[in-house]
């Protein structure tokens, strides 16, 4: 066996919920792979995340992604912290030649992305990946195999309707970011880019036009809740959209419309809703929210054809699932670097960067 890739991590730290319940119990379960250091912003602030996490007393300490970078004894770098950072915190490793995870969004703009793309090819980075994992989700590549085995007959549209669960009036204290517009983190990049991203993972990448968008701030402001619920802000101002409209017509000749908005769905219906209506039959996904990036226990994935319906549940979607919510799809991530393929790469993250940026600005909000 071939030694584990020797992995440097960039956010790890206690208040980042996604990162220790998404990338964490892989690398450290993982024969594969090996944390074998940590950065921060301070090399106390590793070192505290060292002990938390209990990753063993040999792995290094950074406080520096400048001095992470000269480290020869790393293979990949992951970076899971707020994007406004992310170019700065990677561009010194891939100036290494290390390999780099990032997660999704790749850049706060789509300036910062392509600067980041044309790095990571001047450097001639082999890996270079960005954390869109809903493509590896075994609901999709579900739903990918029953319209493939004609299940639905041709595909004739598809609807997706999703949910902000946050938002609805206040967002708590970790998401006050989504607010900025100058952060490139909100609803609109996060929320919705990663379902743009895994609806066309299923119908094909690509729209003939760029699609038609309305995206509105149609809440001022927000309140901000803190850990224990107590408001730590009555009013800040809310500067990305809450409302969200996209429509347009795949390369795969499949209309599509999506619509989003902040907030919890009508009691009793879900966060996600996405049909996909073929000639002779429909498909109806549903889930608590719309994030299939991580996954949800009560995702389910229903067909109707000739009046009959079947329904697929967790557990059901017939790909290995072992590995639970949060973490299965990450870890599928993992797996495939492993093996030297990308899965989403800098060139497809930038793809991406121009829908949504194109959308943002058309709208009037600032770059
Ligand atoms: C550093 O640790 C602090 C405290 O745990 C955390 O809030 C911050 O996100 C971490 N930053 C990085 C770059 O890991
Ligand atoms: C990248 O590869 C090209 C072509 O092989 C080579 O000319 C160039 O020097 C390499 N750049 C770096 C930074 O290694
Ligand atoms: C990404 O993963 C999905 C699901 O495994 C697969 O269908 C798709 O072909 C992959 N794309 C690339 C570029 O490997
Ligand atoms: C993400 O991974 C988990 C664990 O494998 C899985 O249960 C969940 O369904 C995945 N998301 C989707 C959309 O399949």
Redesign the pocket.
Known sequence: MSPPTRVAFIGLSASAWWAAAAHLPYLKSSPDYEIVALCNSSVEKARAAIEKFELGRGVRAYGDVEELAKDKEVDLVVCSINVAHHSTAIIPSIKAGKNVYVEWPLGHSLADAQSLLELKNSHNITLANVGL??R???????VKAIIERGGIGRVLSSTWAGHGMQGGGDVSEGMKYFLDAGVGGNFWTIHVGHAVD?VQAVLGYGFTTPPKTLLQTRRPTLKITGKDGSVVDEAAKMETPDTIFLHGTLKSEVPLSMTFRTGAPFPGTPGLDWRIAGEEGEIRIT?GGAF??????D?KVEVVRGGKVESFK??E?G???????????V??VYRELREGRVNCSFEEAVELHKVLEEAWKGNGYPV
């Open positions: 994992q809903a590896q989700a075994p609901l999709i590549s579900k895994y889930a299939l990036q991580i996954g949800y226990e995702a967790m557990g979607f790909e290995e699932e072992i590995d639970g919510v949060p973490f299965g799809n870890s599928r």
